[in-house]
């Protein structure tokens, strides 16, 4: 009980002032624009960006296995690690500063045998190498042919032969460079895709991870037929959750192959449908953006009906809100209000970007809408302005027809007046007379796309990376809690 008095300063609304500040922080640094393979995440680099960021790479064979020798001390007085020796059979890079037949040594953890080893060098001339890696007879060739591939659209050829290679490392290295590729090389590898490969991949789900399984279903939405899509249903319905693995990406290509005539059964199982798990529901939003930014499968009237059925579910409204906004959609006004009105402590949330989607409409009606936010909720409308400000002049977002780049997609850009970069905005309405200076800080304003984008990415960490902002909100408060005692 003699906590209490701190426990009452700190109310539900600063406690969510902490963490918009923390997500905002969080949120920031995700905000480089992004081209690759659309659900795809690479696991590591690949060969070629890790022989590419070095001075030197070849191939060797182990001539002598170091031994610990306890006499042998290094400068901390510890005894050294052992360095074994090898004999450089191929240069693969790095010419002027390593020959055929020239020996080198480094550390070597693994069992010796005199099969085929790559080890990479920087810092040359004086050489610091890596610690060799295995190579099987399939690994050689691969890494051979590899530096000679070109950078371009056609390199995802030869990487598509070793796609669930037998040898893990292989269909490991092939996968991520399918991941880095732009969805761009993914569609020009159509000619020569093996769709009855893919679908087996697909139907592999205890052998398939999640993660080579979205590329599967993003290469079965290039080369697939509208027949697939009967597949794909099956496993959206299913109660499996190895069934439904990249969930994302399966309703994406589900879309593609079967356009709009496929939206009713999206709606019916995901968005308009309440009891739909969170994943599943957010993997159908996260589907709709792909596809808003990337092709033309779906009329945007299509889109955003789907998004509306989300107005009727409170709880996740505030994902789709500033996508409503920035396709300029502002027939929900009506509803907005009704979802602001009926917001509790539990759900409060969803009202600050309610206020940021009315501060965005350029229409008459959002004065009076706005007006009626301030009398429900002022704190809510001067939260809103003062962590996510409307940009001064000077600093108006550069406008474009563009309807790509929805927020969370991982491909937003930003421009301020006069920059190269162009990026689709709703046009902004300038703040009353005064309004500006009262609740904005002088330094760190942001664009309303920025505002809209960082709302969307608070709704995705507040529910996909909790203890990551959870412990982010918590050590804020710590520190508050602190400074109050003080």
């Given at each position: ?275 739909s798990e969170y994943a599943d529901t957010y993997s159908a939003i996260m589907a709709l953006r792909f596809h808003a930014g990337n092709t033309e499968v779906l009329p945007k009237e299509k889109i955003l009906d789907g998004f509306h059925c989300l107005l009727e579910r409170p709880d996740l409204a505030d994902l789709v809100i500033p996508d409503l906004a920035r396709w300029e959609d502002w027939s929900i006004m009506p509803r907005l ?150």
């Amino acid at each position: 009980m003699k906590h209490s008095g701190l426990q009452r300063s700190f109310s539900g609304s600063h406690l969510a002032v902490l963490v918009s500040i923390c997500l905002i922080t969080v949120g920031s640094a995700l905000l480089a624009p992004v081209v690759a393979c659309p659900f795809c995440s690479a696991v590591s680099q690949t060969f070629a960006e890790e022989i590419g960021s070095l001075d030197a790479a070849v191939l060797v064979k182990l001539t002598m296995h170091g031994k610990a020798d306890p006499n042998d001390e290094d400068d901390d007085g510890y005894t050294a690690t052992p360095r074994s020796e090898f004999e450089v059979i191929e240069v693969l890079k790095g010419e002027a500063h390593v020959k055929v037949g020239e020996r080198i040594k480094t550390h070597f953890f693994g069992k010796p045998h005199g099969g085929t080893f790559i080890v990479m060098g920087t810092d040359c001339p004086d050489t610091i190498w890596t610690s060799p890696l295995a190579l099987s007879e399939d690994g050689v060739a691969y890494i051979k042919k590899v530096v000679t591939l070109p950078a371009d659209a056609t390199r995802l050829q030869f990487f598509q032969n070793y796609l669930e290679d037998s040898d893990e490392m292989l269909a490991r290295d092939a996968y991520d460079e399918f991941a880095n590729a732009p969805y761009s090389d993914v569609i020009a590898l159509k000619p020569h895709m093996d769709r009855e490969s893919i679908l087996g991949w697909i139907k592999a789900t205890d052998t398939v991870p999640a993660s080579r399984r979205r590329l599967y279903l993003t290469m079965l939405g290039v080369c697939g037929e509208k027949s697939d899509a009967k597949l794909l249903e099956g496993y959206m319905r299913s109660d499996d959750r190895e069934a439904k693995l990249g969930m994302d990406a399966m309703i994406a290509c589900y879309l593609t192959l079967l356009g709009p005539d496929g939206m009713e059964t999206i709606k019916e199982l995901f968005l308009a449908n309440k009891d739909s798990e969170y994943a599943d529901t957010y993997s159908a939003i996260m589907a709709l953006r792909f596809h808003a930014g990337n092709t033309e499968v779906l009329p945007k009237e299509k889109i955003l009906d789907g998004f509306h059925c989300l107005l009727e579910r409170p709880d996740l409204a505030d994902l789709v809100i500033p996508d409503l906004a920035r396709w300029e959609d502002w027939s929900i006004m009506p509803r907005l209000l009704e979802l602001f009105k009926d917001a509790d402590a539990e759900s409060n949330w969803i009202r600050v970007p309610i206020v940021n989607y009315v501060r965005a409409c350029p229409l008459e009606e959002a004065d009076e809408l706005m007006d009626k936010l301030k009398e429900i909720d002022p704190a809510a409308v001067k939260r809103a302005s003062t962590f996510f400000p409307i940009a001064p002049k000077g600093k108006q977002p550069v406008q474009s027809s563009k309807l790509d780049n929805f927020p969370g997609d991982g491909e937003e850009q930003y421009a301020l007046a006069g920059g190269t970069e162009e990026t689709f905005t709703p046009p902004s309405r300038p703040p009353e007379v005064g309004q500006l200076d009262e609740l904005t800080p002088a330094a760190g304003t942001v664009t309303h796309e920025e505002v809209e984008d960082l709302f969307a990415r608070d709704a995705k960490k507040r529910r996909v990376w909790p203890a990551v902002v959870g412990l982010i909100a918590l050590g804020a408060i710590g520190r508050a809690l602190v400074g109050s005692r003080n």
